[in-house]
């Protein structure tokens, strides 16, 4: 019996872990804005807003570029699966590997990559002067904003001694005291990172309506209906994978550690709580600062850079 | 000092105005003489351009007049030159002496189809290709109300070659919900090299429409036009119209309509420039300040229509008074919402003031030199954050604005950051006036109530401090005493000459921020 009913919650975790990130994606963009708009003294949007968003895309026509080649229809469907992929690896509620093959943080950032790689052609493919720039600059952010990912994860990695993110949660969960402080300053370091990876403020602005100073809203410029609706729902799983790489890699006390049903409620809410959180972390800097100039980008992308560095070297 | 005493100027000495049209004191002089005695006056004297515009004043056949208006700053008067244009239509331009005559005088290019000699770059605008190259709609022939053949008149664009210059071509329909205008940018990397404003996509003959008599109420029909010929400044641009058809028909101003007016146009630059400090926030990322902004205009419009039944303050401008008078009743918590105001104000500016990012965003963003400033007659806003201290309400007192003497604000940098704190001690300065016009208000009439009857072969010219800056209307009746020109001269119409050269050398993602910093109209450039 208590051997089935393992097999019952396992399958359940597993399900959860696929499409966990997909659903509640648009609740914590929703959230995210939510609060921004309280911070700013509006009444601002309800925070499922951003589910009817998708909803209204999915059922619009979409106009194509006569031009566009395939990389133009292709992307948004290697963008989205991508992101669903990847998210399959990140520790949610447990650090039991529930798929054999997932869960290597490299493999992640770079099937991750793949996504932008994509995007960015796709922005250049119709020929519109807004796509050009909006590659060429999610480039140049991407290029930098790497290293500060890998690096401030590859701290925990050092210390765990594996790659494999559920692994790495269950080591950094057991680090003695003195150890956090590297751990602290590397999650300083996958801040910068993430919110340049997710196209947040300082770097980006998610809601600006001038063009000119669009970094990833230029890439998706010509993007309609379906297909809108599959990049700007893939954009609000990427931001909620790297929220939850952010608050389970770096602060995962709370995770089940084994597959029974209490330990899962637990740990579920504490996750979402974490999440909450986190989205408090980010409104509050987008109300609280300006953007960036987009020269002075590629400093706090080095400050990150060296965080990491300094992390890694307390760490060895 | 009164700039106008520091020079020596002769020019009155020993000529006598071949007219005198209320404060206008016009000089006909032959056309050979024009470039000459504009250098006189522009650079001897010190006086200000204020508009160069022409008229068709022939019947049968046409004869055009060119008119050069000067300012007397302090004096409130205005020294006018008229010439008649040679028989061939051209006129020699004064363009290579004194830069800011360019745009005046392709205006008159575009529009009468006359041409001016020596002009470095003469080329039409405004008028789009499709608009025919031999049509000017200004002429007296040109009917109003018929539409133009199709043409393809080519437009080229400056180009700039290099390796790796590339241009964007943005607009004329943008993201926002803004007026249109093109702009294309040669870019080296980020970089702008350089940037050249295409205009004239809101066309509408404005001036054309001017000249059409009206059934019924003739001159209340025009001044609702002059309402809307420029939304955001509707207030402003009646104004100046009505005080030009004031002088026109000699009407006395009744004391309480003087104060009354200070009160309604500083509303008017309340709202604009609250509204543009949120938007410059907004368009930096600050995302509370931009907020706040728009919250502080609303009440700022909500308060217009509770004292004038228009958010913009439109149908109060009357000439010979306003419409609108302020009840006792209102008059309290009027005066308490300026508090409230203020207060409230301050400490959104407090807050951001204190934003190191939201202030390096600002600084040192879109620098207007004040050599190019000058050099292209800029006014308002931007002319006084590059240290330029122009203002029609000191310069050319109008309604109650003399007995108020307002302080003008200047700024140095000529950065967005010195436009944006203009405008910060301006909505501190528009409060205090306010408040100072409803202590110091007399009571009586706000109306003059006299029918009005405008002079016949008459000038004049009307001219107010818009929040974008100064804003002139010259008009001129024919021999019946109906109005036959109306030029308006928006201060748009300029400061768009100098936004390539506060955007040169920034990043392209910083121009919508020096844009906003600017915040001109298309409306009142097209016309």
Known sequence: MEGSGHIVLSILAGILQIVMLPLMAPLVTGIIRKIKALLQNREGASVLQPYRDIGKLFRKDEVI???????????????????????ISVPLITTIRIFGFTGDFLT??????????????AGMDTGSSFGGFGSSREMTVAALSEGGIVFSILTLAIAARTTNLSSIAAAVELLPLPSLIPVILAFSGFLIAMLAETGRFPFDNPATHLELTMIHEAMILEYSGRKLALIEWASSIRLVLFISLGVNLFFPWGLASSVTFPLLAVSTVLYLFKVLLFCFLIAGIETGMAKLRFFRLPDLLFTSFILSAIAIGLMV | MDPFMEHDCTFEEG?????????????????????????????????????????????????FRILYVFGVPRQNRFIVLSADTRDNGTFPSITPSIHEASVYERKIMTFFGLRPEHHPHPRRTVLHENWPENLFPLRRDVPWNTRPGNASVPYRFN????EGIYEIPVGPVHAGIIEPGHFRFSAGGEEIIMLEPRLGYTHKGTEKLFEVPAAGDEIGEKVRLSERVSGDTSYSHSLAFCQAVESLADLELPGRAAYLRVIYSELERLANHIGDIGALMTDAGFGFGGSSGSRLREVVMQWNNRLTSSRFLRG???PGGVTRDMTPGLEASFLKFLGDLRLDFSEVIEVAEGRSSLLNRLRGTGVLDRQIAQDHGVVGVAAKASGIRSDARVDYPYAAYGRLNPEIATEQDGDVYARFTIRVKEVYSSIDLISRALRDMPGGDIQHGKAIKLKKNYYAAGITEGWRGNIVYFVATDQNGKISRV???????????VLGYAARGNVVPDF??????FNLSYSGNDL
């Open chain 2, 512 to 517: 919508p921020l020096i844009n906003k910093s």
């Open chain 1, 65 to 87: 570029n006569p031009d566009a080649s395939w990389v133009f229809r292709f992307t948004p469907y290697l963008l989205f699966s991508t992101t669903v992929v990847a998210g």
């Open chain 2, 159 to 162: 180009e700039v070659e290099g």
């Open chain 1, 108 to 121: 992640l950032v770079y099937t991750l990559a793949l996504g932008v790689f994509f995007l960015a052609l």
């Open chain 2, 15 to 63: 000529r006598t105005p071949s007219g005198n049209f209320g404060n206008l004191n016009v000089y006909e002089i032959p056309e050979s003489e024009v470039p000459g005695v504009c250098v006189t006056l522009h650079r001897d004297c010190g006086l200000p351009i204020k508009t160069i515009t022409a008229m068709d004043t022939g019947a049968a056949v046409h004869r």
């Open chain 2, 316 to 318: 109060v401008n009357t």
């Open chain 2, 487 to 497: 030029d308006i001269c928006d201060p748009s119409f300029l400061n768009w000459t």
